[in-house]
């Protein structure tokens, strides 16, 4: 289908199967870590814990244990063993043997006795949707899964660890292109119901007697498929308001006392309503590109048939031009096209457009259930990702909520991820005057490489793993402030404390006639 083949990044940093937190380490007289440093035989269970370290984030271990070998010498295990053995790998100097860059990117306080789930620093909103765990119908399991809630604990996106770090920022634009928003929802907040630039009566849902626009762009967006200046969501009837609650999964007000919260308490939603053909989706695109939105979510496909438009494609290709993201809608199973043929539920065989275009801007998202099973269309090499879906969120109903599942549920989770990260990049460069801004390849690398690894997606995605929005924001972490995050400095081996030292993003490291930015964007590893 003409994406490089993607690596299998579990096996690339040595992930075995072994069980973190339990069992003892491989620390016998053979690979016995003692406190010498160049040439230390650090044993391969500690080698795999650090590469697992490195690539999936956090991980608890039991309290302190001992054992003896049998001439009575003390063996370390469990987290005293990585411990000792991460305080050995992170004084070896660039020329010892068994250095590794990547080992910096551990922090040691992440395994004390003091780090536990309980103190991670979870932030939850005081919208009152997530005061009952129990209910069913309106507690948001994909933000936050705890244990009685049905299926499996901790099957989200951990967004209470991610709003520990961020929350959002109202000049983060994502630009909602699907059936228009209902803007005037309260948890959406946009004030100026009669679009007059005028505070009317009614119209103050504050009480501060200052016209607001909520999570809303301040100029709304655009209908173009009625080419006016309303986009509210005319989907209300047949369709359940899907543009209105897509929106509410990325940006529903947090933290406001109401309803319940998107991934981002605070944003900018730039409403662009569509009919879901080439010439409106285009224009869609265009204009979003043209007035400084960073990413679209499209939990959609074009009519008819879902087949590839050129016009359309040209729109994706200048959107990338621009460093302007698209996340979508990967389809959902038993799909029918517009003949009512169903569609082959695996994507690499049967694509579906545009979110199947071969462009680095492209982020094709699949859905998992509460129980983390893949439960929609998948693609080995098509699809990148998976994220839950399911989550509450504002309709087209006065004031009203309802559920939005499947993948159209499901890419609106990655959106608001990746507007939390863009809303901590714009934090650094308002502290930072200078500093760089990722590029599409970077934030899909992290995105990536920041996911859980879930068994019932392997070989059905890219990254074969479910979005965590918290680790995602972790990996964003850069020690000098050059502008590149630490993580993607280790994958080309320059120093994550030096400034002076950087990633040559435009090379081509594996000879394999793509740039290295490219390769990123397609979600493969430009290193030999």
Not at 285 to 290: K, V
Not at 358 to 370: E, F, M
Not at 483 to 506: H, M, Q, V, W
Request: proline share 6%; charged share 20%.
């Amino acid at each position: 289908l003409g994406r490089p083949e993607p690596v299998d990044v579990h096996t690339r940093f040595a992930i075995g199967s072994m069980t973190l937190g339990t069992g003892d380490l491989d620390l016998t007289t053979s690979g016995a870590i003692t406190d010498g440093l160049a040439g230390t035989n650090i044993s391969a269970d500690v080698a795999r814990l650090m590469d697992r370290l490195v690539i999936e984030g956090i991980y608890l271990f039991p309290a302190p244990a001992y054992g003896q070998n049998c001439d009575g010498s003390q063996v370390y295990q469990g987290r005293d063993a990585l411990l000792n053995a991460l305080s050995i790998l992170q004084a070896l100097r660039p020329t010892d043997p068994g250095y590794d860059s990547r080992y910096a990117l551990i922090n040691p306080d992440m395994l004390t006795d003091e780090f536990s789930a309980a103190n991670i620093g979870l932030r939850f909103p005081n919208d009152p949707y997530f005061a009952d765990p129990t209910s069913l119908l309106t507690y948001p399991w994909t933000l936050h899964h705890p244990a009685p809630y049905p299926g499996i604990e901790d099957a989200d996106i951990d967004a209470p660890e991610a709003w520990s770090l961020q929350t959002g920022r109202a000049d983060v634009i994502a630009a909602i292109v699907d059936s228009g928003v209902n803007y005037t929802h309260e948890d959406l907040g946009f004030e100026d119901a009669n679009l007059n630039g005028v505070l009317d009566p009614g119209e103050d849902l504050n009480a501060n007697a200052v016209l607001d626009s909520g999570n809303m762009w301040p100029t709304l967006g655009w209908d173009f498929a009625d080419n006016d200046n309303d986009p509210n969501d005319k989907n209300a009837i047949f369709g359940l308001s899907h543009g209105t609650r897509v929106a509410g999964v990325v940006g529903a007000l947090g933290n406001n006392g109401l309803g319940a919260s998107g991934v981002n308490w605070k944003i900018s939603l730039m409403a662009l309503r569509i009919s879901y053909d080439a010439s409106s989706t285009t224009q869609a695109i265009d204009f979003a590109a043209d007035n400084k939105a960073r990413e679209i979510n499209g939990s959609w496909g074009i009519w008819p048939w879902y087949a590839r438009n050129q016009t359309v494609a040209g729109a994706v290709k200048r959107a990338s031009d621009k460093n302007l993201l698209m996340v979508m809608a990967a389809g959902n199973t038993n799909q029918t096209d517009g003949l009512g043929v169903p569609l082959n539920d695996d994507n690499d065989k049967k694509p579906i457009y545009p979110q199947s275009e071969v462009l680095p801007n492209v982020v094709n998202v699949t859905a998992t259930d509460y129980s983390d099973q893949q439960v929609e269309r998948f693609g080995k090499y098509t699809v990148d990702l998976a994220a839950p879906s399911g989550l509450i969120s504002p309709s087209y109903l006065p004031n009203g909520y309802f559920a939005i599942g499947q993948t159209s549920g499901a890419a609106p989770h990655v959106t608001g991820a990746i507007a939390l990260l863009l809303a901590e990049e714009k934090d650094r460069i308002d502290a930072n005057p200078g500093y760089r801004q990722m590029t599409m390849g970077e934030i899909r690398y992290l995105l990536l490489t920041s996911v859980d690894p879930l068994p019932a997606l392997k070989g059905k995605c890219v990254s074969e793993g479910r979005l965590n929005a918290y680790r995602l924001l972790l990996n964003y972490a850069d020690s000098d402030l050059d502008g590149y995050a630490d993580r993607i400095e280790a994958l080309f081996g320059t120093d994550p404390g030096n400034a002076a030292s950087r990633p040559d993003l435009n090379g081509d490291a594996d000879g394999d006639g793509l740039s290295n930015a490219i390769e990123m964007g397609y979600g493969t590893i430009p290193v030999p």
